[in-house]
């Protein structure tokens, strides 16, 4: 009897042995997961660009099918909507995301303390210089990953524009309002104004005359520190003929015109002209597949320095550096730009620019090669709202609303603007 219970004790024992090693086998996962078995984490991923949505939901299908120990939850707060406020508001209510948006220089600051460091990621090597600016801290590190490089102007339809007569695109202030004479004179509305979106018009078309200056970041300087004004500035005082050209030769109703609204009408054919940048390109082709056309710039002036496109980082991937799941988002953020299905995504299914050596601007429509036109010319100006003091851009826009309500003339407009930036700074 004892001989047989050694004998079943010794057989217990191996079996605990062999039983132990498997479990520790089955717990390390394979390269480039770092979980795996039945242990599934679940990545908040919030973001505001719209007009990707769908598309970056079949990427992240796509991620998780390689990766089935990592869930990617998506959700997108844009267009109409204030990102800004959202995101302050889960991170007040503990709802913190794992991955968000983030726009550099001065939201840089205001967000660094819950931001992690990127600095030593793979994909830095191939990060073009260009997207290192806004997500360098002071202290030299890396906050943020490029979501891509975009450019605005005008859009303007190209058959619209030979059915007015209208055989060279306009690149001056003069010969904008020519242009926009002539497609009135062939019963074509020339503009949409989509001056119901405070970003519209309190930031990209304001950024013009921040961005013709001379040097734009010594201007902004000046107005912190005082030594500068926007009142009596040269490039603000031509400021008005854009706005003026634009309401007065626009769709009706303009001021209660949003975005979706302002880009259909322009897709659909409705307007000749239409103030936004290349990331309305695939809502454009849905809408119009066959549509013909390209860019012009936002011209201040007849000078040769006003034919030039806006063209910079239009927001950054930041990852919270109290995520659970740190590692994981790191992950993720590789694969968008160095896996063949992340960089398929990025050029093909969202038409963006890349900010990467690596990745090839293939598949590119109109809009971007246009911008690509533009930058390989070197006919560009900065986008200089990252720099502007945090709210201005909202207070920027209700005054432009008010004066092409025709409720403040434009000297009173441009002393808002002052006293705006005087308030906030």
């Known amino acids: 009897m004892k001989r047989i219970f050694m004998t079943c004790l010794s057989i217990v ?3 605990g042995i062999i039983s132990g090693c498997s479990s520790s086998n089955s717990s390390g996962g394979s390269e480039g997961d770092s979980k795996s078995g039945e242990d599934v984490v679940t990545l908040d991923f ?7 949505a769908d598309q970056l939901q079949e990427m992240i299908n796509e991620f998780e099918a390689e990766h089935p120990n990592i869930k990617i939850k998506l959700e997108t707060v844009g267009g109409g909507a204030d990102y800004g406020a959202a995101l302050k508001a889960k991170f007040a209510s503990g709802e913190q995301p794992d991955i968000f948006n983030n726009g550099g220089f001065k939201e840089l600051e205001l967000w660094k303390e819950h931001l992690a460091d990127l600095s030593g990621e793979p994909w830095v090597d191939h990060l073009l210089d260009i997207g290192k600016v806004p997500m360098t801290a002071e202290d030299g590190k890396l906050y943020g990953m490029p979501v891509n490089l975009e450019g605005y102007g005008f859009i303007y339809n190209k058959d619209l524009f030979k059915k007015a007569g209208i055989t060279e695109p306009p690149k001056t202030i003069d010969e904008l309002k020519a242009a926009a004479k002539k497609l009135e004179d062939k019963d074509i509305t020339p503009f949409s104004a989509g001056y119901g979106e405070w970003w519209v018009i309190g930031q990209h078309l304001l950024n013009i005359p921040f961005a013709q200056q ?8 000046g107005l912190n520190e005082g030594s500068e004004t926007m009142v009596g500035n040269e490039k603000f005082k031509q400021f008005k003929e854009v706005i003026d050209t634009e309401i007065d030769f626009g769709n009706d109703n303009p001021l209660t015109t949003d975005y979706n609204t302002q880009v259909t009408l322009f897709a659909s054919g409705e307007t000749a002209i239409l103030q936004q940048g290349n990331w309305t390109e695939n809502m454009i082709y849905e809408i119009n597949p066959d549509i013909n056309m390209g860019f012009l710039p936002i011209p201040l002036s007849n000078d040769a320095v006003a034919n030039r496109l806006p063209v910079g980082v239009p927001n950054n991937w930041v990852l919270n550096k ?11 953020l590789n694969w968008m730009v160095s896996s063949e299905t992340g960089k398929r995504y990025l050029t093909e299914e969202f038409a963006f620019i890349p900010a990467f050596d690596n990745i090839e601007p293939t598949g590119l429509g109109s809009l971007g090669e246009s911008i690509l036109e533009y930058s390989k010319e070197e006919k ?5 709202w990252f720099r502007w003091p945090d709210g201005a851009n909202k207070e920027f826009a209700a005054a432009i609303q008010e004066y092409a309500a025709g409720k403040i003339d434009y000297e009173t407009l ?10 906030l700074k």
């Open 414 to 423: 441009i002393q808002r603007f002052q006293d705006t930036w005087d308030d």
């Open 214 to 221: 001379e040097d734009p970041v010594a201007f902004i300087e």
């Open 322 to 332: 109290n995520s659970e799941h740190l590692e994981e988002a790191k992950l993720f």
């Open 46 to 52: 919030f973001q505001f660009k719209v007009e990707i």
């Open 380 to 384: 560009t100006i900065p986008w200089t």
């Open 13 to 15: 024992l191996v079996l």
